[in-house]
């Protein structure tokens, strides 16, 4: 097919609600290691990685080496049979939870099922059915993942479910309140006390929360809040749920999961994206007591697949012996710098935040009224884009961009990341960038 062909067959026979990046679609044809390429062959240095799924570099070699072997090995058998690569996956993530203390995992093929896993958990271990949310957060879309989400653009079709409630969030930039960190005392984090007390039964069967708010804008809480949180809910009988579909691996930097920064241990961590580098999978993995609380059957045809696990297993391989944790800690503050360069040259930066490998910017029209640049934001993308610089869009507000490279990228990659986003800055600054 040319690639018109490819955006005309797209655009008829997909859902309408299946939208692209940019103006033009961008058609991808290949991709490897940091790169990737259209359909004209044209190099794009890709700093969102699919949608923070890309860990280790596009098309790895040594974690295809190992699914090619798999794929003509063992296909599939669902989670009906033993198999070895589903097996030695789930006892390697048990290895890296905080503590050692998560040890049962359930396999599926992606962020929304770990998370209707993890929902299902927290009811059967407490007996209760009502859950906590964020405002801005994402959990996926399913029925329930999107009542769980706080973001009205990501609720399609009213997302009605009962008993689930949302918190203010930690989104210190524009903060619920008013209020200014650390005075506040974080207000945000106590005010789940009132919550509980006001929109529950005063039980609750759990709080589900990412460490960082991926789709939200990369929104990172303080030091204090996840603690915080994590006391008021188990005191009214809830488990702590951390959704690390966006920030597990080593993403975040120097830690195998993002809310190991906060010093706290969740009973449950879901996760997807990054473990597969773009194969899909979606895990649960809980503490042998809450597991131990879905009491009665259940299967996923896809879950625990060979392949995919396999694929798993060779990524988490892959981190450590490359010793990604610590590239993205070390070259995750280096970028973080270079952003703050950014920031003190171009104006429309109203916020930088992330942690490591996971960093964003905030656009705003006036750094006093933080009205949100909508329209920059989008603009960004498209100059961006015409430089031959993949990055990602989101926030609530659609202001923000979001940056998640590979975490085996050098800072020679930063370099030319800041070099091209500082030149798509400067285009959209005075307007030269729709003539280039
Ligand atoms: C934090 C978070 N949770 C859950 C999901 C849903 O994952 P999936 O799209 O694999 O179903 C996403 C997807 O972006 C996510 O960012």
Redesign the pocket.
């Known amino acids: 097919m040319t690639k018109e062909e490819i955006v005309l067959a797209s655009q008829e026979y997909l859902f309408p609600a299946v939208f692209h990046y940019y103006r033009e679609p961008l058609v991808i044809a290949r991709a490897k290691n940091q790169f990737v390429y259209d359909a004209d062959d044209r190099p794009y240095l890709d700093f969102f990685g699919g949608?923070l799924t890309i860990s280790v570099g596009h098309c790895n070699d040594q974690v295809n080496s190992r699914i090619h072997r798999q794929v003509d090995t063992l296909q599939h058998v669902s989670t009906v049979f033993v198999t070895e690569p589903q097996a030695a996956l789930a006892q390697k993530i048990a290895s890296l939870t905080p503590g050692r203390r998560l040890t049962k995992s359930f396999f599926t093929n992606?962020?929304?099922e770990a998370?209707e896993t993890a929902i299902l958990a927290a009811r059967c271990y407490t007996g209760s059915t009502e859950i906590i949310a964020l405002r801005h957060s994402?959990?996926?879309?399913s029925a329930m993942?999107m009542a769980l989400t706080g973001q009205a653009i990501w609720r399609v079709g009213g997302a009605v479910q009962p008993g689930i409630v949302h918190a203010h969030n930690a989104y210190c930039y524009r903060c619920p309140f008013g209020l200014t960190y650390p005075s506040c005392d974080v207000r945000c984090a106590r005010d789940l006390e009132e919550l509980i007390r006001t929109a529950t039964s005063g039980r609750v069967a759990g709080f589900i929360a990412?460490p960082i708010q991926?789709?939200g804008g990369f929104i990172t809480p303080p030091p204090e809040y996840f603690a915080i949180v994590a006391e008021i809910v188990r005191k009214a009988g809830g488990i702590f749920i951390s959704?690390e579909?966006?920030t597990a691996w080593g993403r975040t930097g120097g830690k195998w999961f993002g809310i190991e920064h906060y010093g706290v241990t969740p009973d449950v961590i879901t996760s997807?994206?990054g473990l597969g580098n773009g194969f899909p999978i979606?895990v649960t993995v809980a503490t042998p007591e809450v597991a131990a609380g879905v009491k009665g059957l259940t299967i996923s045809t896809f879950g625990g697949n060979p392949v995919t696990t396999t694929a798993a297993k060779a990524v988490l391989d892959f981190i450590e012996e490359e010793n990604l944790l610590a590239n993205a800690d070390e070259t995750g503050a280096y970028l973080r710098g270079r952003l703050e360069e950014l920031r003190e040259k171009h104006a429309i930066i109203g916020d930088v935040r992330g942690m490591g490998l996971m960093q964003a910017l905030e656009l705003v029209e006036d750094r006093q009224t933080k009205a949100p640049a909508v329209h920059a934001a989008a603009e960004l993308m498209e100059a961006a884009r015409r430089n031959g610089l993949l990055v990602g869009k989101g926030g609530t507000y659609g202001n923000c961009i979001r940056i998640s490279p590979p975490m085996n990228i050098t800072r020679s990659d930063v370099d030319e990341f800041a070099r091209i986003l500082d030149r798509s800055l400067e285009e959209c600054a005075n307007g030269t960038g729709s003539r280039l």
């Not at 994402?138 to 879309?141: A, I, K, L, S, T």
């Open positions: 949608i992606s962020g929304t998370n994402y959990h996926g879309r993942a990412e991926g789709v959704d579909v966006q997807a994206k979606g």
